[in-house]
């Protein structure tokens, strides 16, 4: 299964969602909340996320409010918005989803899987199947480090905390220097901004 963005016209918002998981054990599907601001110009693509870790919601409003009705006016590109990449924490108010207690945040691709064909359902990590977060992870993986010039993907941390950005490479054996992506959120100040150089997705 592979994600696919819908086609937009230029100066124009598109409201939907990404099926993520076709069913669940449940029987339904897993989707994302998707937004997509097509500027009236042509431009780069930004990605905003949010909500990876499911109790961390300030990103969800960011994600939402970023995409307002008069920003495809005067935009030269796309800015692609994804509010939430964890519905089964979100649901539930915690930082893990309830497929299972590993950090979602963990469940994306590494060198690699990126380095092989592996279909984004397969595991790479051994003979357990993966879950359904980190099915999701890889798709929605896929289809930004193919779509996105910039991510910003959207954190909490707690209130009165100082504002901090980590900064990585996502895939320097990419062709070109994308996708960049930078990861947001507040620090008491005991856990310092940092900046690293290995490859990977912010950790
Ligand atoms: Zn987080």
């Not at 029987?27 to 990876?52: C, F, H, K, M, Y």
């Not at 008069?70 to 649901?91: K, M, Q």
């Not at 070109?176 to 690293?196: A, Q, V």
């Amino acid at each position: 299964m592979t994600l696919e963005l819908p086609e937009t016209e230029p100066g124009t918002i598109h409201r939907g969602y990404l099926d993520v998981v076709d069913q669940l054990p449940t029987g339904a599907p897993e989707q994302l909340p998707l937004i997509v601001a097509d500027g009236e110009r042509e431009g780069p693509t930004l990605w905003v996320t949010g909500s990876i870790h499911g109790n961390e919601v300030t990103g969800v409003a960011v994600c939402q409010d970023v995409v307002h009705d008069a920003l495809p006016e005067g935009l030269a590109g796309r800015v692609v918005s994804v509010p939430n990449l964890n519905p089964a924490g979100l649901r539930r108010n915690r930082r893990t989803s309830y497929y299972d207690n590993d950090d979602p945040n963990r469940k994306f691709p590494d060198v690699e899987y990126v380095q092989s064909d592996a279909d984004p359902g397969e595991t790479v990590d051994g003979p357990r199947p993966p879950n359904q977060q980190a099915i999701i992870c890889r798709r929605i993986f896929d289809l930004f480090a193919d779509d996105a010039d910039v991510l910003l993907d959207m954190h909490t941390a707690m209130a009165g905390a100082h504002p901090f950005t980590t900064t990585r490479s996502v895939s320097p054996w990419f062709s070109s220097s994308r996708p960049r992506s930078i990861s947001t959120g507040t620090s008491s100040g005991r856990r310092p901004g940092r900046r690293s150089t290995t490859p990977g997705f912010p950790r």
